[in-house]
């Protein structure tokens, strides 16, 4: 099991690594001048300059790269000066002559716009997005599982119809269609039933009562993203619960006398939900894609609604650091579930 | 004894009210986008009719016969809304077909070969390998890289014809691909490596798709001007991992089929397995591949001009009519009638999928 | 309910029961008015092949059949309980029905890989039965589980408890079953095929415990087979079912010397015998006839045996003739020559995956092929005759050693001569079903290698001899254009051999070719491949795990344990002198189903049943 994780994460860092590479290549080849960019109205040479010494742009490019790896990664040796130690806000582990081994945050440059560093504004946003993909999440789960239960065991029933079908559309309808629909009835025309906004953050800052938890206008937002992974997980429940019903295991547990629902809910569902948790996990990371839109939508600061402000703007510095940001989520989240599954199926274990 | 239970699926299609449906709203679709221009619509999806904005559907009591009338209402800007959902059609197709043809043809190759040949089937020899990449960096280096920068210092026109550099470039590779043979003849290096062909190819993959591919076409579009063109690209080159990756799991089942391995013992190519046995069987998932990824490509054009990143301002589309409400919250009809447009065309496509593999079914002939 | 009690011993008493299907293609009589009685101790036996229902009667004695589609529509099963008097299953409820399943009535399934939760340990799984049926604590149950791990002669009950389904072997998972079956102590045990997914040395070890089981508790046992063998191992009385009727039943020594249905004759006829040698194996329309309709008439006018003693008798061969040809045989050169061959697997990899162990599924084998000759391979799963079959037409790559085939290293065959190798070696494959393309008619199937091959000049040829083919292997020409769905298993199969026969090869390699198929079906099919041979002068490889078939094949057997040839000799000697041990025991494990050894069983079976109204 143990080799299993180590194995599981050595790849797991080598897909980094390349998405790393991928990604910076990737705005290498963009079209447009950075410096142009980030320096603004000041076009004078020697500003240029500066700018472009700073983040190495005057290098090749297989230099830039290794510099850019060097920003990020969490241990470097760096010349100890102050501007290193300003730039970087290390803190030294020994010194190596002239140079420093430093232990640090990744450094994932600074904002054009507003010259904050970029961890920081993911950090900053995190938290919208995080809370909205997990109440999302646990809704469409929960819903969905529920969903595809009553589907596989009323088989060929009006509710079986209605539910796929429900899904069906659910899973077709794009997404912002969905989003503007629905903060539209619930925020706008149903607002005096519903209470609800049509935009909203978790935190509203009041300036009498300071900041305040506002977790109504999580409501909406949530409910939009969860419509699709809701409807997967109720069409993969669905089909993967008739197969497990029509085993040979789970006749032997009608042969033992087992009631209907013991058999559903202790030898069925264990052995169906196996692929829904793959498949559950390999949404998540689309659902924080999918967390843009709706992001954008309901105006709910997280990370797809800071990327998506910074892609209007060509910061890119952000739009880089948020996507590797979500590739990291991406990969570590993979990584988990991959551990999960071979710890909820006894067959897993021996075969890697 | 065994008896297969009755699927869900087949008496809807029996009755085939469904796929009728969607095959008369398809062929709806396919008429807008082919006569569009030679269609009696009283406005064109461009024109701007500043004194009527955002008027509600049929206001019959404004209608005068003889005289141009919003049908179905107008936008911010009072273009007409009918109009739009029409010409509509024509942008998310000319987006949506393209890039899916060049997302399967690439997702087909690469997952057929992932899957196909997998990690061993594929021996190249050393000499081949080593003489190969040796004439792929000096074809780089003598066609890229040499000409920018002896150009860039001899200031002569930077501009010259790229076909030049393409030229030296395959003229090099091919030269290469002579010698390795020629040398493999003489040398006959017994050493064979395999390729693991299949590990590189889903390695590529999940690269790829651990950048959510959203932020990746948002950020390539915001980069690149706004254009169909431009916007087909750069979809197409990144919506193919999801059909090789169907392709290829559909494949590896299909490979452990006894036919396959029957046919390989009848004496048949590898490559004619892959077209004649392998291929058609994975059909049903090819087809499923790519209706779901056209209709997802439909509805990325709606979100990019409803974002307004990548696309021309001035291509009427029914994404960019949904944004207008957003001015607006009381005009539904700039959101109900381009969805309605939307999910029945997404809907339709999905069904058409499902009807078409269900009837390449042999048993349901 | 007004249930009459038994005075005749009687546990299960089924009356007129009927089981029907509703599907696509309309109603499925699986069970048409079965009647029959189980007397308490005893094991009745149900014989039939695929389609006669009897596994479908199994499963409506439980209640167990999936409705929709299936549902009784008739008739009743009346089960003696000893706690709750006469009752008619038929007619209780679904909470009272559980409390008979898998307590005083249990089941016992046919694939034991399948038939355990894979997510639950075994222990768990046969303490469920307890704790649902019997007022102890888990402590408790814990200690009968583990007491009942030990009766069936599971090794190491502990670790066993502990251990889930896919960490055992085949043979213990169908242990594991057997207990979970006993657990309780049933007073009717339903065995449907307990041992047919089993090789036959293990299924020797089920069926010997099965019968000291049923000796020492006195269960009743409704045991349902395709094997006439096993059958006589284990039954006091036989059914026979067809087309989901009874055709006959009786004691087993009267249906094993004096069959009265022509259907049993037919099935009694048509297994291939271990103790002599026949030319052509009796078929089922041997003896009767079915029209259309699924009727069944005997052929009275001009049968071509009156009896399956006859049907014997006029096909043996006797030994002279075998050892005249076996003489001949060795005067030819050899065709194909196997030398060390050796194929390895890696099991498994060290962290940077380098292989660090490799399983060897063929072990260093070496043998001769003479033309004309037929060698049989045998062996149980898992001892790599299959591997050794494809690693000779290379469609596994062999880790070292050499095959010459007429004297040509195959090894050294790249790319397009293997193709044309393969035209002359050909491979007949287990699963019919599987072995042809669904979406190619079998006209194109057959016509394809020929195509690619270059075998006649046009198509147009092409399909005629495709036509004569099919109606070699006794199909019309008019199926030239179906496809392979619309075909029987037999049918698929002979398709099958139609396709191989289209390139004209002088080898053929049988993989298990027959294995799939029902007894009568696999009795024609094994007629068809003799008459084959006998027509095109083919040399054969048989591979089957199943002695009495390569017995009737071979001419020299090759047995194969664990990768290694444990012995090779003639058919007869492999038989009737086993020179190894494991040999022995391969031969010894069979169901013989003759007279004798019937006898032998019902002499011992008689200690144990001395009350039995005969």
């Known amino acids: 099991m143990l080799k299993f994780i180590l194995k599981r994460m050595a790849y797991g860092s080598l897909v980094i690594l390349g998405v790393l590479i991928v990604v910076f290549f990737l705005f290498q080849a963009l079209p447009g001048d950075p410096v142009a960019m980030m320096a603004g109205q000041r076009t004078d040479v020697s500003t240029r300059e500066a700018i472009a010494k700073d983040f190495g742009l005057d290098k090749s490019l297989p230099v830039q790269l290794v510099l850019y790896m060097k920003d990020l990664s969490p241990i470097a040796i760096y010349e100890d000066t102050p501007e290193n130690q300003a730039k970087y806000d290390y803190s030294v582990l020994t010194n190596l002559g002239d140079n420093v081994l430093v232990a640090k945050t990744p450094y994932l440059r600074r904002s054009f716009q507003t010259n904050k560093r970029v961890d920081e504004i993911i950090i900053e946003n995190l938290e919208g997005t995080l809370w909205l993909a997990f109440v999302a999440m646990l809704f469409a789960t929960g819903v969905g599982i529920l969903f595809g239960l009553i589907a596989a065991l009323k088989q060929n029933t009006f509710w079986d119809h209605a539910l796929v079908s429900l899904s069906v559309i659910g899973i077709s309808a794009p997404s912002f269609v969905a989003a503007i629909i629905i903060s539209i009835v619930f925020g706008y025309y149903l607002a005096d039933y519903t209470g609800l906004n049509m935009t909203g953050q978790l935190w509203v800052t009041d300036p009498i009562y300071g900041r305040e938890l506002h977790l109504e206008n999580i409501i909406l937002p949530a409910f939009t993203l969860g419509i699709r992974p809701l409807a997967i997980i109720t069409q993969l429940t669905r089909s993967s619960m008739l197969d497990v019903l029509s085993q040979d295991y789970i006749r032997t547990a009608h042969a033992k006398g087992l009631n209907f629902y013991v058999i559903v809910v202790k030898h069925a569902l264990k052995n169906a939900l196996n692929p829904v948790i793959t498949a559950v996990s390999g949404w998540l990371a689309s659902l924080m894609a999918g967390a843009f839109f709706v992001e954008v939508i309901f105006n709910w600061k997280g990370l797809g609604w800071v990327t998506i402000k910074s892609v209007e703007t060509k910061d890119f510095p952000v739009v880089m650091g948020a996507t590797l940001f979500v590739a990291l989520i991406f990969v570590v989240v993979n990584i988990i579930v991959d551990i999960l599954y071979a710890a909820t199926d006894p067959r897993i274990r021996l075969s890697d | 004894m065994k008896v297969k239970t009755a699927k869900n699926t087949s008496s809807a299609f029996k009755k085939k009210r469904a796929p009728k449906a969607a095959f008369f709203f398809l062929s709806l679709v396919g008429f807008c986008i082919v006569f569009a221009d030679l269609l009696p619509l009283p406005f064109s999806p461009t024109a701007l009719d500043l004194q009527h904005i955002y008027l509600p559907p049929l206001q019959t009591q404004d209608y005068i016969a003889g005289k141009p009338f919003h049908w179905l209402g107008t936008d911010h800007l009072g273009r007409d809304v009918l109009a739009n959902i029409i010409y509509g059609c024509r942008t998310a197709i000319l987006l949506s077909l393209p890039a899916m043809a060049i997302a399967s043809a690439l997702g087909l190759l690469l997952g057929g070969i992932a899957g196909f040949y997998g990690n061993k089937a594929i021996r190249l020899s050393i000499t081949h390998v080593f003489t190969l990449l040796l004439t792929f960096v000096l074809a780089y280096y003598y066609g890229f890289y040499l000409p920018e920068y002896s150009f860039k210092e001899s200031a002569v026109d930077a501009t010259q014809p790229f076909y030049l550099k393409w030229l030296i470039f395959i003229s090099i590779l091919t030269t290469g691909l002579v010698v390795s043979k020629w040398l493999h003849k003489r040398i006959l290096l017994p050493l064979n490596v395999s390729i693991p062909i299949d590990q590189l190819i889903m390695k590529c993959i999940e690269m790829l798709s651990s950048v959510p591919r959203i932020i990746l076409i948002l950020c390539l579009a915001a980069y690149t001007r706004p254009s169909l063109y431009n916007l087909i690209l750069i979809t197409g080159l990144t919506y193919w991992t999801e059909p090789a990756r169907l392709i290829r799991a559909e494949l590896l089942r ?18 004619y397995i892959l077209i004649r046995h392998a291929l058609p069987n994975s059909l049903s998932s090819i087809i499923v591949a790519i209706t779901f990824g056209t209709a997802g490509l439909i509805s990325l054009e709606s979100t990019l001009s409803f974002l307004n990143i990548g696309l021309p301002v001035d291509l009427p589309s029914w994404g960019r009519m949904v944004a207008s409400i957003r001015n607006n919250f009381s005009a539904w009809w700039l959101v109900l009638f381009p969805g309605i447009a939307l999910c029945s065309t997404v809907l339709s496509l999905q069904a058409v999928s499902n009807w078409l593999v269900y009837k390449l079914n042999p048993r349901n002939r | 309910m007004s249930v009459k009690s038994s005075d005749k011993g009687y546990i299960l008493e089924v009356n007129n029961l009927k089981t029907y299907f509703h599907t696509e293609s309309g109603q499925v009589k699986a069970v048409d008015d079965v009647s029959f009685n189980l007397r308490k101790g005893e094991t009745v036996g149900i014989v039939g092949e695929s389609g006669s229902g009897k596994s479908v009667t199994s499963l409506s004695l439980m209640r167990l059949i999936k409705n929709p589609p299936g549902k009784i529509v008739g ?48 222990g768990d799984q046969v303490m469920e039965t307890i704790l649902l049926h019997q007022k102890v604590n888990k402590q408790q149950a814990k200690q009968i589980t583990i007491d009942l791990f030990n009766q069936v002669r599971l090794p190491r009950p502990e670790a066993i408890f502990n251990s889930y389904p896919h960490q055992i072997s085949g043979g213990q998972k169908q242990r594991v079953m057997i207990a979970m079956a006993l657990s309780c102590n049933p007073s009717v045990l339903i065995a449907d095929e307990p041992t047919t997914a089993l090789d036959v040395t293990v299924q020797a070890t089920i069926l010997e415990l099965l019968r000291d089981l049923r ?22 009385r036989v059914i026979v079912m067809y087309r989901g009727k009874i055709v006959e039943q009786g004691t087993v020594w009267d249906i094993f010397s004096d069959p009265k249905h022509p259907y049993t004759k037919g099935l009694l006829a048509c297994r291939p015998r271990l103790d002599m040698k026949m030319r052509v194996l009796p078929v089922v329309s041997d003896f009767m006839h079915t029209d259309a309709l699924g009727n069944m008439t005997e052929k009275a006018q001009s049968p071509t045996y009156s009896s399956v003693g006859e049907a014997i008798l006029l096909n043996f061969i006797d030994e002279d003739e075998i050892k005249e040809r076996q003489e001949k045989l060795l005067l030819q050169p050899p065709v194909l020559q196997v030398k060390n061959l050796k194929v390895s697997f890696p099991i498994s990899k060290n962290f940077f995956g380098k292989v660090k162990d490799y399983v060897h599924a ?12 037929t060698v049989g391979l045998v062996g149980e799963s898992g001892c790599g005759k299959t591997t050794l079959g494809r690693s000779i037409l290379r469609l596994i790559e062999p880790t070292s050693g050499d095959v010459y085939f007429e004297n040509r290293k195959i090894s050294d065959y790249t790319g397009e001569s293997i193709r044309q190798l393969r035209k002359e070696l050909q491979i007949i494959f287990q699963d019919p079903y599987s072995s042809l393309n669904p979406r190619i008619t079998i006209g194109e199937a057959i016509m394809e ?9 046009n198509d147009k040829a092409r399909k005629e001899r ?25 049918q698929r199969q002979r398709i099958c051999i139609a396709r191989t026969l289209a390139l004209n090869p002088k080898f053929i390699i049988c993989d298990e070719s027959v294995s799939a198929l029902d007894v009568s079906v696999q009795a024609q099919v094994l007629n068809l491949l003799n008459d084959l041979k006998e027509k095109f002068n083919f040399t054969y490889i048989f591979i089957s795990h199943d002695l009495s078939v390569v017995k ?13 040839i444990e012995e090779i000799g003639y058919a007869e000697d492999i038989y009737t002198n086993p020179k190894t041990a494991y040999t022995q025991a391969l031969v010894n494990a069979i169901p013989k189903g003759d007279l004798d050894e019937i006898r032998k069983i019902q002499m011992k079976r008689r200690k144990f049943r001395i009350p039995v109204a005969s």
Do not use: W
């Open chain 3, 466 to 490: 495709v036509i004569e083919l099919l109606e070699t292997v006794s199909l019309r020409a008019d199926h030239f254009s179906r496809y392979p769905h619309e075909f029987s298993g037999g």
């Open chain 3, 75 to 122: 008739g009743e099963i009346i089960f003696h309980s000893p706690t709750h008097g006469a009752i008619d299953l038929t007619k209780l409820s679904d909470k009272e029905m559980r409390k008979i399943r898998g307590n005083e009535i249990s089941m016992v399934f046919q694939e034991p890989m399948s038939s355990l939760n894979p997510v639950f340990t075994c």
């Open chain 3, 215 to 236: 000796d020492q508790h006195g269960t009743s046992i409704v045991f349902i087979t395709h094997d006439l063998g096993v059958i006589a191992e284990i039954a006091d």
């Open chain 2, 254 to 271: 299909v490979k452990t089929l006894n036919y396959i391995e029957s046919a390989r013992a009848m004496g048949l190519a590898d490559f």
């Open chain 3, 449 to 457: 290698p020929m195509r690619i091959h270059k075998v006649l000049s």
């Open chain 3, 552 to 564: 009737f094949m071979a001419d020299r057997i090759i047995v194969m344990n664990k990768g290694k």
């Open chain 3, 362 to 373: 063929v072990d260093d084998v070496s043998f001769d092929v003479f033309l004309g000759e």
